[in-house]
């Protein structure tokens, strides 16, 4: 192993050993998985598909960036495939490396003439367009770029319109973007340039510094060393803690824990009003059942008493009371009859029962023409 390929496998051991410390961004202990959208579910269709078709694809960053290597000609050719955000309702972006000249290539290692690829929408398949340039390298091997061993890139790194998963709550790393491929030629402090978080108010700074200006004590150490190093990953984690951006991370997500201190504490001082409300809107709520109660007792009465003075109620009543009166004058005529009351004492009782069964068979007829006059119904 070349110097070169060493660096190259450094710098992604430093991504890897980044992408771990989710802690430093304030996602420790962060449950953020919810229900997959139709959007989600259509992204992990895709990616299934890519497992299904047999194309072995390595994943890199989940749900973001895979890698399938394959053989064309005398060379091993590796597709770098990204998945933007909102993927496949966008189209996915695919690289080649090592840097090949072929006519679906551009400058920058991008597949861009593959006509399935080109036209890819929300019901194309993944499987197929990677198939497709896949068949195409083997039908026609394209030639690769003349090496300058002077120069060697970094990893690609996800794609600016592409989110973290593991950093979601941080604002300072979902501006990262994938670097172009390195053109052979360059300078190695520009090949290992990569545009950093990016932040509206201006708190971070505006490019993540490459690996040399970083960490300088690796220009005095050996090869050797270098390897040994590679192994180590708590010194790597130091290293990464010493940088200044880091500093500012860990800054600003103290600050923000503060503020949601404050906040709980500002919250936990309106509990007492909170519960001299609550205690009034529960006695309130016991006055309204307890008047809610007292109204339909009053109703029922009020129904009740509605039935037993309907006018047909009355008149039933009457007419019940009618033919008791005229039963007892009957009753007291039969008594006289039978010589079982005296002349004053029947003239009395019969004058008295009469009077009332009159009244009452006129009250029953007055009734009865007040009924029919206002329409009551039985």
């Not at 593991?166 to 053109?183: D, E, R």
Request: some cysteine; proline content about 7%; aromatic content about 8%.
């Amino acid at each position: 192993m070349t110097i070169i390929d060493f660096l190259f496998s450094f710098l992604l051991l430093l991504y890897k050993t980044a992408l771990k410390m989710s802690w430093l961004f304030g996602n420790k202990n962060k449950n953020t998985t919810s229900s997959q959208t139709n959007l989600q579910a259509h992204r992990t269709k895709q990616i299934d598909s890519l497992k299904k078709a047999n194309l072995n694809p390595i994943e890199v960053i989940p749900n973001t960036e895979y890698r399938i290597t394959f053989v064309s000609g005398n060379s091993n050719i590796t597709l770098v495939v990204t998945l933007p955000p909102l993927f496949p309702q966008d189209c996915p972006s695919i690289s080649v490396h090592p840097p090949v000249y072929h006519q679906w290539v551009d400058s920058q290692s991008k597949i861009v003439n593959c006509p399935n690829l080109a036209s890819f929408s929300m019901h194309s398949s993944l499987a197929v367009v990677v198939q497709s340039i896949i068949d195409e390298f083997k039908t026609h091997p394209p030639q690769p770029q003349s090496h300058n061993f002077g120069v060697i890139g970094p990893p690609p790194f996800p794609p600016a319109t592409s989110s973290m998963t593991s950093y979601s709550g941080s604002p300072g790393l979902q501006g990262y973007h994938q670097s172009p491929v390195p053109q052979f030629g360059t300078s190695q402090s520009e090949s290992m340039q990569v545009t950093g978080p990016s932040s509206e108010d201006g708190r971070y700074s505006d490019q993540v510094p490459d690996v040399f200006s970083a960490f300088p004590d690796l220009k005095t150490k050996s090869l050797t060393e270098l390897y040994e190093l590679q192994d180590e990953e708590d010194k790597i984690l130091e290293m990464i803690q010493k940088l200044p951006e880091v500093g500012k991370f860990a800054e600003e997500r103290e600050k923000i824990s503060n503020e949601c201190i404050e906040l709980a504490r500002n919250n936990l001082s309106y509990k007492p009003v909170l519960e001299q409300l609550r205690q009034w809107i529960l006695e309130k709520n016991n006055l309204c059942d307890k008047t809610q109660e007292e109204f339909e007792q009053h109703q029922g009465r009020l129904m009740t008493r509605s039935e037993d003075f309907h006018p047909s109620v009355i008149q039933n009543n009457l007419k019940v009371a009618l033919m008791e009166a005229e039963e007892e004058s009957e009753r007291i005529v039969e008594q006289f009859l039978e010589k079982k009351m005296d002349v004053e004492e029947f003239k009395q009782t019969f004058l008295q029962t009469r009077s009332l069964c009159h009244a009452r068979r006129a009250k029953d007829e007055k009734l009865t023409q007040i009924i029919l006059q206002h329409g009551y119904s039985n």
